[in-house]
């Protein structure tokens, strides 16, 4: 039987002992594991990015065509940044999560909406440089979203790979990944505004609305024939109307049913408060590898 050098074996034994602490069979993880931590922050990072979405596009009044553009290239660069790291990082996998929902924010709001005055307030005529949007509407714009969704999920399916994120490792796997974290937050934009602008229900109906149909997805977890996977998924596009509505709900004017706290205002509270859950998941991230570097000695 063949010895394996000390440094060969301590290594081996580190690796055994970072797939028992993950609970999965490989080991070099790039996703994060799907906690109560994590739909806390997936809530925050939505809801941050309507509101800073809209501060861009709207606030500033950059427009829709001009930020949807911006961020996106923003997108692309904190993806590079998150497919080249080895392994999960926070900060990388969350600023990803960020930018998908500010650009997803802009990107329905450009396919949906128009420079008519429904869209526009203060007798304004224009916002920002460049097209004003398509004008498609809510419906068409949710119905070309979904069948881009459909697509990328077809596309995933017949690849053979897993749709369980805590055991996507290759390239592959990540693009198919965040392609569909992309469209799903644009979709769900769509959904929040149409609920809050269009449905009738308001932005704290909207929200709450959405926050119900998230606990009977909590609540079907429990049911063994109704799979895990499916229900992450559903629960993943549906944070992203709720953190829209809410996002609505804390920058709207009174009259219109909101808190009329402002995109600046609100946007920097909920980054203040993404970064202090970013920052304790990197302490547990840390945690984790001592305790099991300490194991391995």
Same mark, same amino acid.
Do not use: C
């Given at each position: %039987? ?54 861009f596009?709207q ?11 911006a ?11 998150q ?16 930018s998908t ?44 979203l979904i ?13 053979? %790979? ?7 490792v290759s390239?592959?796997?990540e ?39 998230l ?5 079907? %977890?429990?049911?063994p024939?109704? @799979? ?12 992203? @109307?709720l953190g829209?509505?809410a ?5 709207? @004017? ?11 205002g609100?946007s920097?509270?909920?980054?203040a408060?993404?970064l ?6 990197q ?6 590898a ?8």
């Amino acid at each position: %039987m063949t010895r394996q050098p000390p440094t060969q074996a301590a290594e081996s034994t580190v690796l055994s002992d970072l797939d028992a602490a993950a609970g999965r069979r490989d080991v070099v993880k790039k996703l994060p594991e799907v906690t109560l931590a994590f739909w806390i922050m997936k809530i925050a990072a939505t809801t941050l990015g309507e509101t800073a979405g809209d501060l861009f596009s709207q606030t500033l009044k950059l427009g829709y065509f001009l930020t949807t553009i911006a961020l996106f290239l923003v997108f692309i660069v904190t993806l590079v940044v998150q497919l080249r790291s080895r392994r999960y990082n926070p900060f990388f996998y969350w600023t990803v999560i960020l930018s998908t929902s500010m650009a997803g924010t802009t990107m329905s709001d450009f396919m949906n909406r128009d420079a008519s005055a429904k869209y526009l307030s203060g007798g304004a005529t224009s916002l920002g440089w460049g097209p004003q949007g398509l004008g498609l509407g809510y419906p068409a714009g949710a119905a070309i979203l979904i069948s881009l969704l459909i697509v990328i999920f077809a596309v995933w399916k017949l690849t053979g %790979m897993t749709f369980v994120i805590r055991d996507i490792v290759s390239f592959r796997g990540e693009a198919l990944f965040w392609s569909a974290i992309l469209v799903s937050n644009t979709l769900g934009t769509s959904m929040g505004d149409f609920l809050s602008d269009s449905s009738g229900l308001g932005y704290a109906g909207g929200a709450l609305l959405v926050g119900g149909v998230l606990a009977v997805l909590v609540a079907l %977890m429990k049911v063994p024939a109704v @799979p895990n996977v499916l229900l992450f998924w559903f629960a993943f596009v549906l944070t992203r @109307p709720l953190g829209a509505t809410a996002g609505d709900f804390l920058t709207k @004017p009174v009259a219109k049913g909101g808190l009329d706290l402002g995109t600046a205002g609100s946007s920097a509270v909920l980054l203040a408060v993404l970064l202090g859950l970013m920052g304790y998941a990197q302490a547990r991230e840390r945690r984790l590898a001592e305790g099991v570097s300490r194991a391995a000695v």
